[in-house]
């Protein structure tokens, strides 16, 4: 019979303004440069925001790629509105790679090996309240809890792409700028003149998020998961989203549980807690070889 086991790391996620944008007003006449996450969700009165998975993992591969200095040597090729892209990521390629490399053994398997859920507001059921702003709203849970919100932000920055601007030269020259051919925006800041800030609104959101992932440790180990406990550390030291330089998107994990589920979990049996004090990423590495004691010999239990 064909071993199987999940372990289960959950755990809260306290996001700080952050901005994850699915292109779509929220409220009609809204001005706003990002359009934070919204989805349908069963047990809400109205869509609630979210994380997706796709962009915190996202992030969280890419610092572990730096983290373990591997290459991207991979391309791929991303369709936008200029033209097609060329990204280059890494990826192994033959499975004697992906078994060996400590992300593309998590991330990139085709025998997948790990699953992540979204970050949905703590909590089950749902009540999403209007602010008194235009574009603020407000998420409660079913314990009455603000678990999430939702805001519009002033900001101000400078045109992006200075040096894809082009200027004429008759404008350059009503500028006090004497030349006989066009000019980019980048050689216009070098002769001195000065770009204006724009104005705009951004959307952002905050609260305490739900953390969720599981891991096939028929197929892994218990170091097989380190990378992803750094992968969290890395992330509470940058930022999930966009805009991260000016302080918004930065994400703290607190509260971590683990727990395996064998196959008696899903024929109505219980979930095997593993006992373990440390909550914070961090904690959880200083503590490793404690843990994987613990894990393993639950492990044995259920795998034999």
């Known amino acids: ?40 969700h069963p047990k809400a ?13 996202g992030v969280l591969r890419h610092l572990l790629e ?15 509105k200029e033209g097609t892209l ?23 398997r085709r025998d997948v090996v790990a699953w992540f859920d979204d970050l949905d507001p703590r909590g089950e059921k749902y009540s999403v309240q209007r602010g008194r702003r235009a574009g603020e709203y407000i998420i409660k849970n079913e314990r009455n809890e603000i678990v999430a919100q939702v805001v519009l932000k002033d900001e101000v920055v400078l045109p992006r792409d200075v040096e894809k601007t082009i200027i004429s030269a008759d404008i350059a020259k009503k500028l006090g700028v004497e030349i ?12 001195g003149i ?66 395996l589920r064998s196959k008696e979990y899903y024929e109505g049996g219980d979930e095997i807690p593993i006992e373990v004090d440390e909550r914070k990423p961090r904690d959880v590495l200083k503590q ?4 994987r004691q613990a894990v393993d010999e639950k492990l044995k239990q259920i795998l034999g």
């Open 180 to 191: 006989d051919k066009d000019i980019t925006g980048k050689e216009l800041i070098e002769k």
């Open 86 to 108: 060329v990204a280059p990521i890494h990826e192994c390629q033959s499975p004697s790679e992906i078994l060996t490399c400590p992300v593309c053994k998590l991330l990139s």
């Open 288 to 291: 490793w070889g404690k843990i």
């Open 194 to 259: 000065r770009f204006e800030p724009i104005p705009r609104e951004v959307q952002v959101v905050s609260g305490a998020f739900k953390l969720g992932a599981k891991f096939d440790m028929a197929k892994l180990s218990f170091n097989d998961l380190k990378p992803f406990f750094i992968g969290l550390s890395l992330l509470e030291d940058r930022y999930i989203g966009r805009r991260g330089s000016r302080g918004y998107g930065r994400v703290k994990f607190d509260n971590i549980v683990m727990t």
């Open 45 to 57: 009165r109205g869509e609630i925001p979210y994380i997706p998975a796709s962009s915190w993992v």
């Open 1 to 40: 019979m064909k071993s199987f086991a999940l372990l289960v790391v959950s755990g809260d996620a306290y996001v700080e303004e952050i901005t994850v944008g699915s292109k779509r007003e929220i409220e009609t006449g809204t001005r706003v440069d990002i359009f934070t996450a919204f989805k349908p």
């Open 66 to 80: 730096n983290y373990y200095d591997l290459p991207a040597q991979t391309p791929r090729i991303r369709r936008g």
